[in-house]
């Protein structure tokens, strides 16, 4: 362990220091790395609020979607994201497989049917991009459906931008290895166990399928005009800063905003 300076004392002697301190296991060093994330979260979320506040002022519409592999983070990132910013002005939206009139609707329809108003910052829990590879990797879509996804997916992005909504795309990058520890605490935590479907339990079976599509989807929809961010996020802390830091890079809101 390294040798404790007198500014590591007084962060582990502050509220957040002594709380970290006092969870299980017992660890000095990943106790000052928490109280930094906290410091540096909150400093993040008062810049969300800014944002929040611009483009509700500004009447502008904003997409965040968030796709990953099963137990990468996304909710928990969004979570950090979502819970100091104005609820009247945000929603998240994670849809349920289409009922049986949803799939006889064009595949794009009921995801614009959640489309923000003025004002809104809207954050998909997985979106149309389930297409690309949660539904072809698990059986979920035919062939032919894929295909005519992903050629129309690149269209249909150019014309959500060009209706001036702005969209951001965060893909959440976790290892084999972290995935299978993350899926073996949420079957030991009956607080989480829930959160395990029949899709999360042949994830780490499919790893090599998920990857496949992974690649393709990249290849074809990133962008320069939608390109997607890639977030490191086996550390889950680190990865919830950088994925607040991208968000707040991409969209061009007043920094100077009383909040």
């Not at 002594?18 to 810049?47: G, M, T």
């Not at 609707?105 to 004002?119: H, I, L, S, T």
């Not at 949420?186 to 829930?194: C, T």
Request: charged share 30%.
């Amino acid at each position: 362990m390294r040798k404790l300076t007198q500014r590591d004392v007084n962060k582990l002697n502050s509220t957040r220091g002594l709380k970290a301190l006092l969870s299980k296991p017992f660890n000095i060093e990943k106790s000052i790395r928490y109280v930094d994330y906290e410091r540096k979260l909150k400093k993040l979320q008062v810049e969300l609020i800014r944002l929040q506040a611009w483009a509700i002022r500004e009447n502008e519409r904003i997409i965040v979607i968030f796709e990953g592999r099963d137990a990468a983070g996304k909710g928990g990132a969004i979570r950090r994201i979502t819970e100091r910013i104005n609820p009247r002005h945000m929603r998240i939206v994670a849809l349920p497989k289409p009922n049986e009139d949803q799939k006889t609707q064009w595949y794009f329809q009921r995801y614009v049917e959640q489309f923000p108003k003025a004002g809104e910052i809207l954050f998909f829990d997985r979106s149309w991009y389930n297409r690309a590879v949660v539904e072809p990797v698990n059986g979920f879509c035919t062939q032919e459906e894929y295909q005519i996804f992903m050629n129309q997916v690149n269209d249909f992005e150019r014309m959500i931008l060009e209706s001036g909504i702005r969209l951001v795309k965060i893909y959440m990058s976790i290892t084999k290895k972290e995935q299978a520890k993350r899926f073996n605490d949420i079957k030991n935590d009956p607080l989480k166990q829930w959160k395990m479907t029949p899709v999360d339990e042949r994830a780490q079976e499919l790893w090599d399928d998920y990857t496949e599509y992974k690649k393709a989807m990249f290849s074809k929809t990133n962008t320069e005009i939608s390109p997607w961010k890639v977030i490191r996020a086996n550390r889950k802390t680190a990865a919830r800063i950088n994925v607040i830091n991208h968000i707040l890079k991409s969209i061009p809101y007043d920094k100077e905003l009383e909040v």
